[in-house]
């Protein structure tokens, strides 16, 4: 940080806080330096020749001379490795025990002294230097793990690795948790360290809140995902590769990866993208959906200051015919900033206004951050100091940090009796009537004007009672706060699915909630990357998520902030919010011009609310993410793989958001199959490109031939809007009912549509045959 930023720092906490921020820094460094020794001289290793191995069930263990490597394929096809007895526990990404070993497969030894594993949907081949393929069952090569290399300290301590991995020349990556630069990861360097990047984020920008060492790598050959379960500091080096590159030969995609510490170890998944996908929420558990509400448009600001503005802004949005579900209450609501309290003077009846804004149909939505005010007299402070609850340092003394509050410290979600306590206090933010929470600044955050904005790597945790520093857990600290605020959601009120998404995150994070963008700056770069970290986060499992409309840190133009609101619409999370002095993000601040068109948007959301529904539920079934790659259906198609400006909603929809400054007609790739202009209802037939009208009343959608799409009619009732298929061919689609907001399993319904004497009949597929819908159909495309 250079000497402008560490003034703007200042001025945003203020100069007490500024030189709190200082010495709090200085003074994690001088532990860091005290109590993490150096490495000093380090001791270089490689597995060597293979010396031996011992069939198990699924797979088996291959010694070498250094090192030992234990191999098993699960059922389902999932393969898991690990070095020197490394194994899938503990883990915090697991949502339970791992899945058995196929007991079909077998370890068997393989050419030039190797061996082998060989079963129904995957190969795994160990050469006989410590080498690891991943291959089809028709033998193509998905991903060579090359012998990985450790640096032991001599002195003792965790060893240093690195592993480098091989994919075939035409491959793309994608993954690695939330990336502005994504969703294709090109050539360069991606840090694996939560953080939060102390202001407005563009593409350029890495690391962000929520990083996760899992890669996809979609290729001609096949797709699979890898993740390598080290929750310490790491970086990925990407290369993609080239074909004919060098004498006519390949040259192949590699990926590095550097860890800091902590096991070496890893899953793959391989088949199409929806079987990956599937196989991996099955691993890392299924993500649980929003309450339906959550699902509808919402509204916040950093700065509303009183009861009174919250309910302006409501009748505001009511009075212009606008549809909101939800108002979010940032840490101006607070008590001078400290969590679980409120500012009785600005709001002086949390409860009576949830009351009167859910007689409405408006929730109110919670901030809840982890620091908590180091002072006496402060009830959660007292009782968790009581309780022992915060993160130490070696000596046994709390760690102290500086954020919004002052003087702060940290609960050790990574102890399950801290969890239980902390889940314990949201019965405050319930008894306030808040129908839901978000979590903020639980990278961890410590304000600093240099070095690393978070608690000192030297500081202590439990780690579910094995013990160790901030190296293994920071990554993982917004995970365990989550588990621990889901948790005590769920306990106080069992009939309900917890409405929580947080900042930051891990692998897993889906089995709590979602996540969203964060503070991505004002401008058009920010809104290309509010796509892109939508996108890549649901190909890692986290199929919730949505942008801060219209930027958090500055005031779009009034072109922009629509163009971001007709994105926003048609993303999983569709909030507006912005920062205490960038302006407002109220539709009609915009001018009347854009006050009509984001009516229209607001208007399509909740028509499509069925179906925001139907992909919620599906993706809890099937690990399936809501806003998906338009390579989804079609990863062989390479033009796809590289299109990263239009998006998949579910299977039915593909949307071209604008992305560019002053654009009213757009090019829009299409994958195969013939495509409507939902607004023209013309029809183009893909695979190819199509140059589309994109004024600023709407933004490119279209729509599948053949589907069918729960909407919302007319009326209000639910209603099925088929579009016609294509000559000779069928169509259909899955719905799912509402099952309201607590814990009710969700019915599949499957529908099909067919031409039968040119005109569209909509069926329900039965046990016994199919019958005719229950609900009103609308043809559309005809």
Not at 414 to 427: F, H, K, N, Q, S
Not at 494 to 503: I, K
Not at 532 to 547: A, K, N, Q, R, T
Request: aromatic share 8%.
């Amino acid at each position: 940080m250079d000497g402008r930023e560490l003034v703007r720092s200042m001025k945003v906490v203020g100069s007490v806080q500024g030189l709190r921020a200082i010495r709090s820094a200085w003074r994690g460094r001088r532990t860091d330096a005290r109590e993490l020794a150096p490495r000093g001289a380090e001791r270089a290793r490689v597995p060597g020749p293979v010396s031996g191995a011992e069939p198990l069930p699924g797979g088996g263990t291959v010694r070498f001379a250094r090192a030992e490597l234990h191999v098993c394929v699960t059922v389902g096809g999932a393969v898991f490795w690990g070095w020197d007895g490394a194994e899938p526990l503990p883990s915090y990404a697991l949502a339970d025990a791992p899945p058995e070993p196929d007991t079909r497969a077998g370890l068997e030894p393989d050419t030039d002294g190797g061996w082998r594993v060989v079963s129904e949907r995957v190969t795994v081949a160990v050469s006989r230097h410590g080498g690891v393929e991943v291959r089809t069952p028709g033998g193509v090569v998905l991903r060579r793990e090359l012998p990985p290399r450790w640096w032991e300290p001599v002195g003792g301590g965790p060893a240093r690795w690195v592993q480098r991995s091989e994919v075939a020349a035409d491959a793309r990556f994608f993954g690695l948790g939330g990336r502005a630069s994504g969703p294709r990861l090109r050539d360069g360097t991606y840090r694996l360290w939560n953080t939060d990047p102390g202001g407005g984020f563009g593409p350029e920008d890495d690391p962000l809140y929520v990083t996760m060492p899992v890669q996809l790598v979609v290729a001609d050959g096949g797709t699979h995902l890898a993740f390598h379960d080290n929750s310490w500091d790491g970086r990925v080096t990407l290369r993609e590769g080239e074909e004919g590159a060098g004498s006519g030969h390949d040259r192949p995609g590699t990926s590095e990866l550097r860890m800091d510490g902590g096991p070496l170890r890893c899953w793959v998944m391989t088949g199409t993208p929806a079987r990956v996908l599937h196989s991996w929420t099955a691993l890392t558990g299924a993500p649980t959906p929003p309450p339906s509400w959550a699902l509808g448009p919402q509204h916040a600001r950093w700065g509303f200051g009183s009861e009174r503005e919250v309910r302006r802004i409501v009748a505001g949005y009511r009075e212009r015919g606008l549809p909101l579900s939800a108002v979010h209450l940032d840490i101006d609501h607070y008590d001078a900033h400290q969590v679980f309290t409120v500012d009785r003077e600005h709001f002086p009846d949390l409860p009576a206004l949830a009351e009167e804004l859910r007689a409405d149909g408006v929730r109110l939505v919670s901030i809840v951050d982890p620091a908590v005010k180091a002072e006496p007299g402060n009830a959660v402070y007292d009782s968790g100091a009581a309780a022992g609850a915060f993160v130490r340092d070696a000596r046994g003394r709390d760690v102290q940090g500086v954020v919004w509050p002052g003087e702060c410290v940290y609960p050790d979600f990574t102890d399950p009796a801290v969890r239980e306590w902390w889940g314990g206090l949201y019965e405050e933010r319930l008894a306030q009537g808040f129908a839901g929470v978000w979590h903020d600044m639980n990278e961890p955050v410590s304000f600093a004007p240099f070095g690393d904005t978070t608690l000192p790597r030297s500081a202590r945790h439990r780690l579910e009672g094995r013990g160790g520093d901030h190296r293994e857990a920071h990554n993982v600290y917004g995970l365990t706060m989550a588990r621990a605020g889901f948790e005590g959601l769920r306990r106080l009120r069992p009939d309900e699915r917890p409405f929580l998404f947080s900042r930051s995150g891990w692998a897993g994070m889906q089995r709590y909630g979602g996540t969203w963008s964060g503070d991505v700056s004002t401008g058009w770069p920010g809104l290309r990357a509010s796509l892109s970290l939508v996108l890549g986060l649901g190909l890692c499992g986290v199929p919730y998520s949505g942008p801060d409309v219209g930027g958090f840190d500055g005031s779009p133009s009034p072109e922009l902030y629509l163009r971001w609101f007709q994105l926003g619409a048609y993303l999983p999370l569709f909030r507006t919010h912005a920062a205490i002095d960038a302006g407002r993000r109220e539709p009609w601040e915009f001018g009347p011009e854009v006050l009509a068109h984001a009516r229209a948007a607001l208007v399509e959301r909740e028509r499509l609310r069925p179906y925001f529904v139907t992909l919620a539920q599906l993706a809890r079934l099937t690990g399936a993410p809501y806003a998906r790659p338009l390579w989804w259906g079609a990863p062989e198609d390479r033009t796809l793989r590289d299109c990263e400006d239009a998006f998949l909603l579910g299977d039915a929809l593909l949307v071209a958001p604008v992305l560019e400054r002053g654009a009213d007609r757009r090019a829009v790739r299409l994958p195969r199959g013939r495509w409507y202009d939902t607004a023209t209802e013309r029809a183009y037939d893909g695979p190819g490109q199509v140059l589309l009208d994109a004024p600023r009343s709407r933004i490119p959608v279209l729509a599948r031939a053949g589907a069918v799409i729960p909407v919302q009619g007319a009326d209000g009732g639910p209603e099925l809007e088929a579009w016609a298929p294509a000559a000779g061919r069928a169509g259909g689609g899955l719905v799912v009912r509402n099952p309201g907001d607590g814990w009710r399993k969700a019915e599949v319904e499957r529908y099909t549509s067919r031409m039968v004497n040119g005109e569209v009949r909509v069926s329900r597929v039965t046990e016994n045959g199919p019958v005719e819908p229950e609900w009103p159909v609308r043809v559309k495309g005809r």
